[in-house]
């Protein structure tokens, strides 16, 4: 029998309110197979009733979860958190639920976290810029699929953007339509995906002799806006390029501001991800659009379709979106 929450609720009071018996109900509530006329009328007897089934006994009884994990950095990027609202539709059309834990990129919070929804027995994980390594994932012993979006491993299926292309392209607009020198902003620990964004940004200024220019904050102090216009005064930069659209927004925003009082000329701003803010503020924001859907689409495919002698990386095809804030 299938436990109830409610205590004063039970299969029998289903099968009275139903008039399905109570080995029939059973069944649909272990999710095996009954008819779809019955599968309705159950449903409105759970309805009528206020049964509510109890997963953590299924969970207890059967090695079906229909639970999958999803590790983000956090949840305050855009970029993370249509992740999530992605995956989520997708995996409630498949009959399953996400249970989504924050590592804000460190790696002690990503072990922690896999751990708790390791225990959960899900059906497989979703990391999303991982901090681990290919050593770690191998250490885990994956016994489920387990898909890597936007970071490669070796041993991983993993769905990534060319983010040194990207660097190199959202550079090479930025220095077309700027008459001055541009710098890129980022933080003082980054990501890989942002690391090679960096790195496509510095192979076009070397390319083309231009002066490259870094401005790195730390995470943990925030951005200081008086010191980074100073900086920008200092080497007389036209334009910035932002780690992502989220920052891209906040330098927009500040100096748009002094600009708009004649307090200071105007600064080029252009990001990455093609967040939904980007193309809703004034001037819209220049971005590169990673094409997030088609990226988890395809990754909760490859966990459908998992194969784990398939080990391989896809590299999702991302696109220039220019817009005013870089014309």
Partial sequence: MVECMKSNITILDLARVSGVSKSTISRYLRGEGVSKTKAEIIEKAIIKTGYIRNNYAQLLRTSKSNFIGILVPDIDNPFFTNIIKRLDELAFNDGKTLIIKTTMSQLNRELEALKFIRGFRVEGIFLCRSELNDKLVEDMNFTIPVISIDKRFNNLISITTNNYRNGYILTKHVFKHTDGEVMFFSREKESNSVKERIRGY?????????????????????????HLKDFVIK???????????????????FFNDLYYKKEFPKIRVAGFDNIRLSRNILPRLTTIDQKIEKMCDLAYDKYKNYQKDKIKTYVQNSELIIRESTL
């Avoid at 192979?203 to 490259?212: F, I, T």
């Avoid at 007389?236 to 780690?243: E, F, L, P, Y």
């Avoid at 992502?244 to 906040?250: Q, T, V």
């Fill in 202 to 226: 510095l192979a076009y200024c070397k390319k083309y002799n231009h002066n490259s220019y870094s401005y790195k904050y730390n995470r943990g102090l925030g951005v200081d806006f008086n």
């Fill in 235 to 253: 080497n007389k930069i036209k334009a910035v390029i932002a780690r992502n659209d989220n920052e891209a927004i906040k330098i927009q925003s």
